[in-house]
């Protein structure tokens, strides 16, 4: 058994990680406010002379932009001075400051020194790049065991997956490594024969990335900036405002990767005539998507060109996996999935996935006995029934519209957007489904709930989030967007069990939730009697239907007992 840490280093363009081999088994190492993940920034304080490094230099950025530098690995193998005020280095100086900062912050995360590591590079990079990567790791103090190339370190770390949904596909040896990275974007197509790995084509754009994601969205807040206050700063080289501008576009990228709209309220992005200008609007996955379309099309036309370079065909991929945090774009998965025909997902966080596999990389070379990797995933797609498409034969609603996909890595959270389908709907019955079919009836429904509803006009929206953790529990919220209408409920997947927060909250018994709110109605002193006594016979009739599971009956009493509990509530029908 080996003595020192086994590690490995993505050190990427916009964020960089390391990972810990465990028992056999990598794991990243959390460094900052709980996350892995370190900004590739390095600033300089002229005061002190201290380097700092990580989200202290990210957080500095606005105010320092000339004593702070991001995106370094684009200038790595490059004779270029790069300024921290006043103070010049060297792209691999500036590079074995992040390295150094991550492996002290590592060292004290597992109370040991880490001296040896296995760093990644694109599978792009020249020599001089390599050369360079390798002098960044000495310049920090280490010993670089390895250069490895980032797809290979994903597909070592996929390959060492415990997938029991891989199928037939498991059996071909073409792994496609799509990675969509802040500064790059890279595709290659590997050949895995035992314990040779074999790179057939490697495409790419140095020049493309989730930055460019950013870039539309802060040409369109400037936009949203001239038209609500005359003034236009797109050529005004405002450094600061562009820097304030992408961190909020950031963000709202991670939103709207989960979420079908996302919130922007600023306030004193900047000033005009002395006055603060403030950016407050929203903004709809729709919307984004439209304007990063092309870039995602460029993408796609890199995988097709790596492909003819493989000689290889879509269906003969076997396994596709994603890399980058931008490669959690839907709109990026969407086209992955119309191109290859079938599902694309992540098990595996692909922020993480190619430090994991650097590690997984360093174990082999020295010996250490590797097991599977078992990563907790959603075994099947879960979502609800909409009315998109109805059953031909009982002429029901009978869409199945996935909010989760299967193999999703959990704990994970998602969002849809869905709209009433008349004029002051009164409530919706949300029916819970898992499975992979559209059709509702060939998929396991695992619970349902009534939703009510605010009047309002057909098509009313309302976000519907689920958020599913490690222990099974799937965290279902209900917005009716513009409305103080809120509700949330949990389902325990094990047990199918639903558990009303409101209702339900600190008891060991489940009780259902119209009967318990029907009770509390039924019991209330200022309810008339005649409204007391009809609910308290609809609510006879709903547990016996309820227990000899007549679907078409608690469905009928459902509905009449919400628009009787609201009429109690809203105090209407007084004697």
């Known amino acids: 058994m080996h003595n020192e ?9 916009t964020n960089s990680c390391l990972a ?41 950025f606005a105010a320092f932009p000339h004593h702070t530098v991001r995106s370094i690995k684009r200038l ?9 005020g006043e103070q010049g280095y060297s792209p691999e100086e500036i590079s074995s400051f992040i390295l150094k900062y991550l ?34 790791g000495e310049l920090a103090g280490l010993e670089v065991v390895r250069i490895i190339n980032e797809p290979t370190a994903a597909s070592l770390l996929y390959e060492n997956v415990e997938d029991e949904d891989a199928g037939d596909e498991a059996a071909s040896p073409y792994i496609l490594v799509y990675d969509l990275g802040g500064g790059t974007f890279d595709v290659s197509i590997l050949e895995i024969k035992g314990e040779i790995k074999e790179v057939l084509a490697s495409c790419g754009d140095s020049a493309l990335g989730g930055d460019d994601f950013d870039e539309r969205l802060i040409a369109f807040f400037l936009r949203q900036i001239r038209e609500q206050y005359g003034h236009d ?25 989960d979420a079908p709209f996302a919130r922007i309220s600023e306030v004193a992005v900047t000033v005009v005539n002395g006055e603060p200008v403030n950016l407050d609007l929203e903004l709809t996955r729709k919307e984004y998507e439209e304007m990063i379309a092309d870039l995602v099309e460029q993408t796609v036309v890199k995988v097709n060109e790596a492909l003819k370079e493989a000689h290889l065909e879509c269906d003969d991929i076997g396994r596709i996996v994603l890399v980058g945090g931008s490669s959690r774009t839907p ?35 020295v010996g250490e006995p590797l097991g599977h990797i078992l990563i907790d995933v959603t075994a099947h797609s879960l979502g609800v029934k909409t009315s998109d498409s109805f059953d031909p034969e009982s002429g029901d609603a009978d869409f199945f519209s996935t909010i989760i996909r299967r193999n999703t890595a959990i704990p994970t959270r998602k969002a849809e957007l869905y709209y009433s389908n008349v004029d002051n709907q009164k409530m919706v019955k949300v029916e819970v489904f898992q499975g992979e079919s559209e059709s509702c009836k060939e998929n396991s429904c695992i619970g349902s709930f009534p939703y009510s509803l605010k009047p309002a006009p057909a098509g009313s929206p309302v976000i519907t989030e689920f958020a599913y953790d490690k222990e099974g529990l799937i965290h279902i919220t209900l917005e009716q967007k513009g409305f103080d209408n809120r509700k949330e409920v949990t389902l325990d997947i094990r047990s199918n069990r639903l558990i009303d927060p409101e209702e339900a909250a600190g008891e060991e018994k489940i009780v259902n939730y119209m009967v318990s709110k029907g009770r509390k109605l039924a019991a209330r002193s200022d309810t008339p009697q005649k409204l007391r006594d009809e609910l308290s016979a609809l609510l006879d009739e709903y547990v016996a239907a309820l227990g000899e599971g007549n679907e078409a009956s608690i469905d009928s009493l459902e509905e009449r007992l919400l628009e009787l509990m609201d009429e109690i509530e809203e105090g209407a029908g007084d004697e």
């Open 20 to 60: 810990l081999l465990r028992d056999g088994t990598p794991e990243p190492l959390c460094m900052e406010e709980g996350s892995a993940i370190v900004p590739s920034i390095v600033s300089r304080d002229d005061a002190t002379g201290r380097i700092i490094v990580g989200r202290e230099a990210l957080n500095r």
């Open 331 to 365: 709109l990026v998965q969407e086209r992955l999935e119309q191109l290859f025909e079938r599902t694309v997902s992540f098990s595996i966080d692909p922020d993480l996935c190619v430090a994991l596999g650097a590690c997984v990389q360093h174990g082999l070379i």
């Open 233 to 257: 700063f797109s050529d005004d080289g405002d450094r600061a405002l562009h820097t304030r501008l992408k961190a909020i576009a950031e963000q709202t990228k991670i939103t709207l990767s």
């Open 76 to 84: 790595m193998g490059k004779e270029t001075t790069v300024f921290l």
């Open 103 to 136: 492996v002290t912050k590592g060292g004290e995360a597992i109370g040991r020194e880490i001296r040896r590591v296995v760093i990644t590079v694109p599978a792009y990079f020249n020599d001089a790049q390599r050369r360079a990567t390798i002098k960044a």
């Open 5 to 13: 840490p086994i590690c490995g280093i993505d050190l990427g363009t």
